[in-house]
């Protein structure tokens, strides 16, 4: 069946149930009920997994939405697509290792404006800027892209290299020396919402006005003056802790 047709399924099981969207949303993990909104209306997929969760939480019922053709072809795909994850887990691994006592880390992150706010992380009283860790064999502007999808859900795409930094400091009870590479982005699509990775609880994303940048505590250090005026030539920075 299409993303169409399963959309409207799960949206006749919802209200057959005198479910919310948010209610739905947050049975099955997501953060926000616009994840629903989108499947509903067939913009989205809904994963295997959450497919899966649906038929375990509502026992039986939840089968009225599939045929058992479909149900077969969905956990046959879930199996091949868990073996295919596996296989590639070998070869891909985050570009973080311990070097005699010492973390080594190569990060990529991103700097995402719209409508003059900044998409910023948030921890406690420090922000910093969305990405994450390289994987080997993979590229910086892969890397980015990857993350932004992974963790926001939303597609960008790498303008161009604002800044690389090279940062010594404290990472819990190690030193780290950690490498990073910031990109300019853009959205691919401007009508896209923000929709967190629910596995990622511990991240908040906020849209940051650029203003505000002036008095909060942005890392990597130095960084906020380079986006506040705007500098697309690439910089370089060495901080030690």
């Not at 053709?69 to 596996?86: G, N, P, T």
């Not at 819990?172 to 629910?198: A, R, S, W």
């Amino acid at each position: 069946m299409s993303k169409e047709t399963i959309g409207k399924k799960i949206k006749a099981f919802r209200k057959g149930r005198g479910l919310t969207q948010a209610e739905l949303a947050k049975s099955l993990g997501y953060s926000h009920k616009s994840v629903i909104t989108h499947i509903e209306k067939g913009e989205s997929e809904m994963s295997y997994e959450k497919i899966l969760l649906l038929l375990r939480l509502y026992g039986a019922d939840a089968n009225e939405l599939f045929d058992v053709q479909h149900i077969d072809k969905v956990l046959e795909e879930h199996d091949r697509f868990k073996k295919e994850e596996e296989r590639k887990n070998v070869w891909t691994k985050d570009i973080l290792f311990d070097v005699d006592g010492v973390l080594f880390s190569y990060r990529v992150g991103g700097v995402l404006i719209k409508d003059n706010k900044i998409l910023l992380t948030k921890g406690g009283d420090d922000y910093s800027l969305p990405g994450g860790h390289s994987q080997i064999g993979e590229t910086s502007q892969e890397t980015i892209i990857r993350e932004f999808k992974e963790e926001t859900g939303l597609d960008v795409e790498p303008l161009n290299v604002i800044s690389t930094y090279e940062n010594f400091w404290k990472w819990g009870d190690k030193n780290c020396h950690q490498l990073c590479i910031f990109y300019k982005l853009k959205m691919v699509d401007e009508t896209q919402e923000l929709v967190p990775n629910p596995d990622t609880n511990d991240t908040k994303f906020i849209w940051l006005e650029l203003e505000k940048l002036k008095s909060i505590n942005l890392y990597p250090i130095g960084i906020s003056d380079q986006i506040l005026n705007n500098v697309n030539s690439n910089s370089h920075f060495i901080h030690k802790e």
